[in-house]
């Protein structure tokens, strides 16, 4: 009996049903038991934004008179009381709020714009908004409030279940500044996303993640200030999705965390070329995905600007047992990576991942019809494919000898043990020494070594080496917790020792 409401909750474990009752169907539900009927009192139909904003930053009235504010102060046994403090406590507030540059009313309850003009008249300085998780429930909502804010350039409404246009908006100069827009779980299609995109004309970085966005378009003349792109936990699953958004001229980071993609693939651009797709990507994120072939990884060498990649928890990262060796062969087939997994590529690091790389596939590269005579050099095209970057590592640092190439002999300590000449450049008076060392001492250790040899402070001692094959190039040796093998020192190599 009485008046019942019906709702579905965010939380479809809240529910009982889907808007059914003794086999009626009072409402819809998209979750079939994200439903409940609750009495209307129970209901929070919400506020206006700037009751929201003066509860917040506490400057409301209502408040003040709660908590016993009262415009009368007691001197002795007498009570005077100030007359006008009401005006001055309100132009107290205006300037206040007007001082105001960065709101938050996250999880405010927000539901509505309110007067007309008047968060204009009352907040003119705001830049940056947070609407976030409240009770906003279409666009026009936000077009209201966003319409009294003259130079808005952030704007996070995520954790609003809105309705947004189906049909195109007549472009107006709301959002002609904005410049960062978060639409989070909010439900919204790639589609609207278009249909909207026409109002944002200077935008920069959108975030669009847990919207169950699965079919993306093409974005013909908006979205073109595009700097970063987050789809994050949306199921794009077709890596050629991502075609349909490869011309975004200023697109530099896309974020594509836990979206189902198994492949990676620019079909515009052969073994050793790069790509016209994504001409300005330097930062792509992929982890949480399902990408499982080296192909993929291939693919991304194709990118003219990619300098960062993250790319964890993927099945390919467990073909690897030793996490070192994955990472080498990462950086070692995308050329111009300079930060894998958060983490920096220092120039020894690549250099130490290239000459590995050429060494491990170099037996393949002979099979499949490398040869070091370069007339003869004709690998297949099976072998480019698996290791496009191969020929341009030989070009590099020449073909792999066939020294290195000799299948690898037991691990026995004698065979891990380099010979290695140790000389002091600006001391010439010190003879050169040859010294047998472990492949696996760090160069902290190497350092305690040569300081009982050489009678001067660790601490002070800074090393490098020459290689045997690249005559005049030094390398230094700059992190005393990594072994020698770490920066490719071969027997023969000499050690520089300065201090």
Known sequence: SG???GVEWDDPQRGKHDGTYEGTQYFKCRHPRGGSFIRPNKANFGVDFLTAVKDRYGLNVEQDVQHGTEDTLVFGKKTVEFVGMDSIAEQQRQVQLNQL???????CAVSHA???EEISRTCANIRHINLSKNLISSWETVTAIASQVQNLETLNISENKMKFPSTSTSVSSVFSKLRILALNQTEITWTEVLLC???????EELYLTSNNITVLERPDNVLQTLRLLDLSDNQLLDGNQLHLIAHLPRLEQLILRNTGISSIHFPDAGFGCKTKMFPSLKGLAINDNKIAQWSSINELDKLPSLRSLQCHNNPLMDTEKNPETLRQLIIAKISQL???NKSEILPA??????????????????????NWNPEK???SEEFLAA??????LCLKYGAPEEGELKGRQPLTLKNQLLTLTIKCPEKPEQKPVEKKLPESMTIQRVKGLLYRLLKIPGSELKLSYESSKLEGKEVELDNDLKPLQFYSIENGDCVLVRW
């Open 3 to 5: 008046i019942w409401l």
């Open 101 to 107: 540059v960065d709101i938050s009313v996250r999880e």
């Open 114 to 116: 309110g007067q007309k």
């Open 197 to 203: 995109a026409p109002g944002w004309p200077a935008l």
């Open 338 to 340: 300079e930060i894998l």
């Open 349 to 370: 690091e690549r250099r130490g991942a290239e000459l590995d790389y050429r060494k491990i596939f170099g037996n393949d590269w002979l099979a499949a019809g490398g």
């Open 377 to 379: 050099n004709k690998p």
């Open 387 to 392: 290791h496009p970057r191969y020929p341009s």
